[in-house]
Each structure stands twice: as C-alpha cells, then as structure tokens.
C-alpha cells in the first residue's frame, strides 16, 4: 500500500486521546504512514508518555516545532477547545497547503474555515473505531478538493467503514452513529438481563446476547436486505418471535429509539452553536 504522506512531510494528530490514539494506531497498522512521519500534540504530559510507550510515536506538549513540515493534521481536541487550538496553529507556522481534518461533533466547516484558512474536511468517527469496526463520514469544506477527500477516506477506513456525505447531514448522523454505540450497550444490557431473569448466567446471557447483535448486524451487511425482511424471516405464525415483537411494540421501542436519535441531534445542534 502506499504511503499518504508526500516526501519529507509528516502527520500530525492533536488531542490524543483515545479517538487520536485509535487513528493513530489504525494509520500505522494500515501502513498509511510509518512511525517517524507520526507524530502527536497533546496539553497532558501522561498522555504524551502514554502515546510514545504504546505507540513508538512522538509526543510533544508543545508542538510548534513539527507545524510546518504537516501535510495532514487530525484535530482531534474537544470542540469547546477549538478556539485555543486554532490559535495555536495560527501562531506556529502552519503551511496553506496542510490538510486539516475535524472530528469534532458539532463544529461546521464553515466556522473551522474562519479559525484557519487552509483545507478543513469534517468528519464524524465512532468508538467502534477502536477495534477495526467504526463508521465515519466525511464532507469536504469550501476549498476541500477531491484529494482531500480521498485522503481522509483513506485514514478512516483504517479504523472501520467511510463514506462521504453531504454536510447536512452530520448533525443528524452524529446522532445515529456517534451516540448510537450507547443505544445498543443498553439493548445489549436489557438483553442480558432478560437471560439472567430467566436462569442464563450473566456472562453467558450477554455473550449469546452480543453475538446474536454481531450476528444481525453483518446479516445487514453483508446480505443488503431489509431489516423488515430479515425480521419476516426468524417470525414464524403463532411462535415465540411475534410474542415477543407485539410485547416491544407495546412498549413503543422504535417510537423511543427514534426519539432519543432526534433530541441527541438537537443537543448536537446546540454544541456547535456555543463558543464555548
């Protein structure tokens, strides 16, 4: 595979916490980059040990130094901290030519593109990330060109699957995708609460209860048919499966689940407004 970086330019990632780490760790593994072309900017000095004894990567407190020789900078900060990082490079060197790609919830391409003036691509990874299975989506922002969406695409499938959306539509997706992890921990826990009620040990209960989720998921996936219709199949007349769908119905599951992705997309919404 080639590398992602031209000659004598390096990779940079600020904030490496775990979201900057994942990345770092799956553009290594991919071999996208090798370790002297990664490096990380970090405001805690235990984090920056953490990232050279688990990675071999170096990592600096204060950075400046490594600015102007970035071809790509992941900024990976919290978005409350944008502002102050965004200074930062405007004060250290930064090339125009440097890629800069967002993972911060919230934040529009428009309002990054005022803080600095070169390339911004957005985008929007998952915690699933950490073991090879995220979804991310991208959107280029105004003088994005097709290069550098490729580029992110590339270090995002590193780390799971990546598509390419229109920017509309993050905050909505942030919702579904960014904090949909959290839903199915809790129907990965009810589940298992179920199997314990009825006599199933605990670790056995939520073993069979997350594999049968992994299961579902990939049959999803891999089969491109509709869940409706995957649901039709394992509903057999007067069984055991349309008991148990009529008693989630009673209970308005999709009608909860539907809302909790609407208000976490208007929380979103919020986030990127404050300044702070």
Known sequence: MTTLLPSGRTLG????????RTLMKGLLNAGLVEQPQLWAGEKSRATCEKVAHDLGVAAWHDYHARLPE???LLVCCKPAQIDEVAAYLRESGLQPDTLLI???AGVTTARLQTLIDNPWVRSLPNTPSIIGEGMTVICPGATA?????AAAERIFKAVGR??????????AITALSGCGPAYMYMILEALSDAGVRLGVKRDLALQ????????????????????AALKD?????????????LALEDGKLRSVVARAVEEAART???????PH
């Open 145 to 149: 060109t097709h290069d550098h969406l």
């Open 102 to 104: 967002s993972i911060l």
């Open 233 to 245: 199949d394992v509903t057999t007349p007067g069984g055991s499966t349309i008991a148990g769908l």
């Open 208 to 227: 069979i209860a997350a594999q049968t989720m992994l299961g579902s998921a990939k049959m999803v996936l891999e089969t491109g048919r509709h869940p």
């Open 162 to 171: 990546c598509e390419a959306v229109e920017e509309k539509l993050l905050n």
């Open 70 to 72: 970035a071809a790509i």
């Open 268 to 274: 979103v919404d919020l986030l990127g407004r404050s």
């Open 13 to 20: 990632v600020i904030g490496a916490g775990v979201m900057g």
